[in-house]
């Protein structure tokens, strides 16, 4: 352990402080900071935001290896990822440092907050405040918020980059070769790996299985009027829509009802490949590969004649980019395409971030009920 040359004081000089830890990484250099200043540190590991749970014990296990090494107590809070989500909704495709951000501290801090009170002591800080990704402000705004809530706690509001503590924290990685993750911590902060795909799917595909079937209707109703009453679609002659799988947003009223002024083709596959056949009626529908509905009619040679696709996908980012079900089908059909093209989701999967790459092709638009009703 080194010898900081600055010496740490507590608010109200106290010897025992709750240290929320978001990982091992961003707590080496202020423990031992605290550590030489006489202040001993009780770890509280509450991170509910981290996906999926094997990472979530990765970081845990870490911090753990660290407390156990310097012979301090960590208390294992609650991990409810559900309750997490429910807290950040609506909030997906917020940026990091944004407000998705500013809640995820505070249901932290808050929790930390409440064990402070209810176990004797009187200072909390977060270790999350080491990091420079994260906003400070924020940081500091959350903490204050949850020690508001209770009597006699205080945030304590030390900048834990200056000092020389963001070259120890370098160097106290090394020393203990933690695990440095490569992201925040949630589903939403995975969009910029290249590798995070399946990942990606995986908890998307969660969150729409958690969803009724009435709310699944309502996001669907709300996306049907929008488009239904939309320039883009009165102005159409041939759309290209979808029959949707169980998780995906339900279209079939706008097939039905459209196809009574409009050519409405629907998807069928062939191959590795899409082909647009025309859909006439219900009873022309037979089922296909993967169990889904398809026209049974002649295909549509010229893929260049459809003026609007409306397009499903796994999840969809604010730039436009789309992340598919991971077959390709519609990267290969959409670049014969001239259509407009609209991805359709539901709240849940219109997210800050997809991998994506140089050859894919953004939507013209992206519609979910959220967009709608901002
Ligand atoms: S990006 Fe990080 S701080 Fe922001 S919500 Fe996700 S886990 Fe929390």
């Not at 009780?42 to 094997?54: A, D, F, G, S, T």
């Not at 159409?236 to 995906?248: F, G, Q, R, T, V």
């Not at 082909?275 to 037979?286: A, F, G, N, P, T």
Request: charged letters at 30%.
């Amino acid at each position: 352990m080194k010898k900081r040359e600055e010496k740490l004081v507590a608010p109200g000089g106290v010897e025992k402080v709750l240290l929320h830890t978001c990982c091992a990484p961003c707590s080496g250099a202020i423990i031992e900071a605290m550590l030489n200043s006489g202040i001993e540190p009780v770890i509280y590991y509450c991170n509910p935001n981290i996906y999926p749970l094997e990472e979530y014990e990765i970081r845990k296990n870490e911090c753990s290896r660290y407390a156990r090494k310097l012979g301090l107590k960590i208390v294992d809070a609650d991990n409810d990822h559900s309750a997490w989500l429910e807290c950040v909704k609506g909030l997906e495709a917020e940026p990091e440092r944004g407000a998705r951000c500013l809640k995820c501290f505070k249901l932290r801090l808050t929790a930390c907050a409440k064990y402070a009170a209810e176990n004797g002591f009187t200072v909390i800080t977060s270790t999350l405040d080491s990091s420079r990704w994260k906003s400070h402000e924020q940081i500091v705004e959350a903490g204050n918020y949850a020690a508001s809530l209770y009597e006699n706690i205080t945030y304590w509001d030390y900048n834990w980059r200056k000092g020389g503590l963001t070259a120890r924290r370098a160097e106290i990685i090394k020393e203990n070769d933690f695990y440095n993750q490569r992201y925040c911590g949630c589903e939403f902060s995975i969009g910029h790996l290249k590798d995070s795909k399946p990942l990606i799917r995986k908890a998307v595909k969660e969150r729409v299985a958690a969803m009724s079937e009435t709310d699944k209707q309502t996001e669907a109703d709300v996306l049907f009027s929008y488009l239904e009453n939309s320039e883009l679609v009165r102005n159409s002659k041939k759309i290209l829509l979808y029959h949707p799988m169980a998780d995906e947003i339900d279209v079939m009223k706008a097939v039905r009802k459209w196809a009574e002024t409009k050519e409405i083709y629907l998807p069928a596959i062939e191959g590795d490949d899409i082909v647009i056949r025309q859909y006439k009626s219900e009873q022309d529908l037979k089922i296909g590969k993967y169990g889904i509905l398809e026209p049974v009619g002649a295909v549509l040679d010229n893929p260049e004649e459809i003026d609007l696709v409306i397009v499903p996908g796994r999840a969809f980012d604010i730039r436009g980019y789309r992340l598919g079900r991971g077959k390709g089908y519609y990267d290969r059909l959409l670049p014969k395409m001239r259509a407009i093209k609209i991805g359709v989701c539901f709240d849940c999967q219109y997210i800050f971030r997809v991998p994506a790459e140089e050859h894919d092709i953004p939507m013209d638009y992206v519609v979910c009920r959220k967009l709608i009703e901002k």
